[in-house]
């Protein structure tokens, strides 16, 4: 573990994977982790686990669909330590055929995969501003780039969550923010996953075809590293045998 | 005027432009026209002309975030005569520096342009499937297809729209329903238009950089043409002088 | 058929399916139809065919990757009635695996299907400028928008054909010239094709699968006239049951 | 410097930039490089370089047009130390109007930016699938993405080249090769950018709009050390201050 840095990492949306992932990997640079989901006690045993490694997390019971919420959480982040990068991380995948895509669904999924995340997008860009730069990444799903059959719910969120990544990106670039989009375009690899596919195929996943959170947490520290001259705006992340 | 068909054409928000065109292209060709916009009674003189043409349309005021406005207003229209295409062509083009994005602006444009349009697609969905076919159209615009500074609220509700149409294509086709996005990548020829890029630029718009709204709809008349073996689900137009 | 024009149209890869549909579309409007294929005695058919039906057409013998033989066809054609549409219609179908992708392959698709379309654009542009405007269509396949595996070659000058469009359209747009490009997204329905689905599936193919040549060069007229307040650079054409 | 790799990674194209800084990247983390230009003699003071700082480079001269000379250079390479990295870097950036492009120009820029690609990948491929794996990074440019005015040859070789990535990707990332395409979308610091951007603008360039090579070099180190269940296909690259 790093030395503790005065520098803070929140996370909108820090789920028991990738969230969580990218949770560890920024404790382990030494960075304040700020995490927010709606039960904040779920997050009770990955703060222990980054205590007990020698990092430093607080765990957030935020609601992301009000802005109020999103954006006290990100005060709050804020003041324990200048706020260098916020990753905004909420999925909502369904899928519906469109008869049956009702509009409560329709409204739900874009208020946690997009509305929230222009609200965090936005609410970050005012501290990154006040401290001179920083960070902003959007996590983003095959449905970002393509309105597959049953997705008009998910995929429209994603494609409205990737349009906020790119108007900030060229909105805030020229101010030393570096915004990102990353399309995870694989399952990640969880006992879930893992089961639903055993159910569906009627055997285990095919090596080569699931993502370990740990691997896309790296992308988005590399991301974070890059210098100001050579930033990346989008990129896709797969495994090795992912057919695409 | 052809002879009165059959058939039905509805149109959500038939503005002054590209709705009112489109509702006189399709009016020549016989079909009973019903158009909607939040105060119906501004379609009056259209629908004045359109019946000293020859031709039929019936004006509705509907408030097109509302499901059940929508879904009665399409239910009117294939009670009088069976549904062959519905059209969504609700704008909501606003620009603004991501941190004076109001999260009421980046509601209510979402309302408009995207989540209407899913209310708008799944219920004409709805009444083509049982009509055995038919068309779905949605308007989409350059911000459809990219995220400019400035346009997080308006590309984030077009890019959405764009996904559903995807996503309706893609289940809808094999049903026999034709599910198009028309990329209008240009300023359509209006006085307000034209008053605008003259303040912009102290000087009259130049030569072939607008559109006529009537070129625009006779794009959405020959989509509807095309036979079933050859549909497009997505074109771009643009006048000869416009830079892209 | 249409009184005699006099102007032209000009078919580079006039070959037995979407070429000869083509040929027959614009002949039935009065054009008079140029026609290359490699192999011009191939022609006969077609042009007795047109000839019989009361339209003009006529067979050259061109191999497209010779600068001097398709500077001669246009200038034939133009030279004949002052041109008004170049289609460019080549394909080169093939798939390889990488490493059993020879070089001799990898330069004959490209030389066939891209370096051929460049000279047929810019020989073309020569003439539509001079006349004073004019169109010229690209045709592309599924492979223009993403290299599959074992389409290396194939799409490399897929990709490459759509550049050359593109570029053409954003330099001639102004000058009055129409470049588009159709995505051409699914099989055409010959007895070959369907005899290879039959084979390759053990039974015939799907309704809704196949697109018949006619349907596709009806895409081609309307592309052909939209006024030029209103082009389409890009569209795709698929059949209604066509999975995407 | 880290102690020497029994590990070659081999770069076609190694010009005075990108090309130099991508081998100095890897030859401090301890691989042999294998540096392939036209005249290799310019690589002397590279090499030179290298090894002064304790690494290990081979300067090569070779026509990267000629599949024999490609073959042998990376036989070579393989001979060397087995090849786990190599990349195709070649550029051929030319603008003209569309009339004035000579067949010399597209079929040269074509050769050298896209057939020479193809033919490093797949002879790249043919090592890689032997030694069990590696990557195979192409380099991009905004032509790869876009045809713009004046980019008929240039965009046209670039789409290609993009091509036969996503071709190769397809097929051999299941057989432990990552293939990637870096979209470079700026220009890179260098003296004669700088002169050429104040000549035409009047001014020095501006802050934030030019990419040091050490920065794009950085991104390809860090795109092969993607463990292989997170790999990313396709990135852009750009400073802070690009507008796009």
Redesign the interface.
């Known amino acids: 573990m790093a030395e503790q840095l005065k520098a803070s990492v929140a996370i909108v949306g820090a789920g028991d994977f990738i969230g969580s992932a990218i949770a560890r990997r920024f404790a382990r640079e030494g960075y304040q982790l700020h995490l927010a989901r709606r039960d904040g006690t779920k997050l009770d045993g990955l703060v222990a686990e980054i205590a007990a490694a020698g990092g430093a997390a607080t765990a957030h019971s935020v609601d992301a669909r009000s802005?109020e919420a999103v954006a006290a959480f990100l005060q709050a982040a804020n003041d324990d330590a200048p706020l260098e990068l916020v990753v905004f991380n909420i999925g909502a995948n369904v899928n519906f055929?469109?008869?049956e895509?009702t509009?409560r669904v329709?409204?739900k999924v874009?208020e946690m995969a997009?509305?929230a995340g222009?609200?965090t997008?936005?609410e970050a860009?005012?501290h990154l501003?006040a401290n001179g730069g920083g960070s902003i990444f959007f996590t983003g799903a095959t449905?970002s780039m393509?309105?597959?059959?049953?997705?008009?719910?998910f995929?429209?969120?994603?494609?409205?969550?990737?349009?906020?990544?790119?108007?900030?990106?060229?909105?805030?670039?020229?101010k030393?923010i570096?915004v990102a989009h990353l399309v995870i375009d694989s399952a990640v690899?969880t006992a879930w996953v893992r089961e639903r596919i055993t159910q569906a195929t009627g055997a285990a996943p095919p090596a080569?075809r699931?993502?370990?959170p740990e691997?896309?947490a790296?992308?988005y520290w590399?991301l974070h590293r890059?210098?100001?001259?050579?930033?990346?705006?989008?990129?896709?992340?797969?495994?090795?045998?992912?057919?695409?």
């Open positions: 802005e055929p469109i008869l895509t509009e329709f409204r874009w997009c509305y222009f609200l997008g936005r860009a005012r501003l449905a393509r309105g597959g059959a049953g997705y008009a719910a995929a429209s969120a994603k494609f409205g969550l990737r349009a906020v990544a790119q108007a900030m990106a060229r909105e805030l670039g020229p030393n570096h690899d080569d699931l993502m370990e691997s896309i790296e992308a590399q890059q210098p100001r001259d050579a930033w990346t705006h989008e990129l896709d992340l797969r495994p090795a045998g992912e057919p695409w």
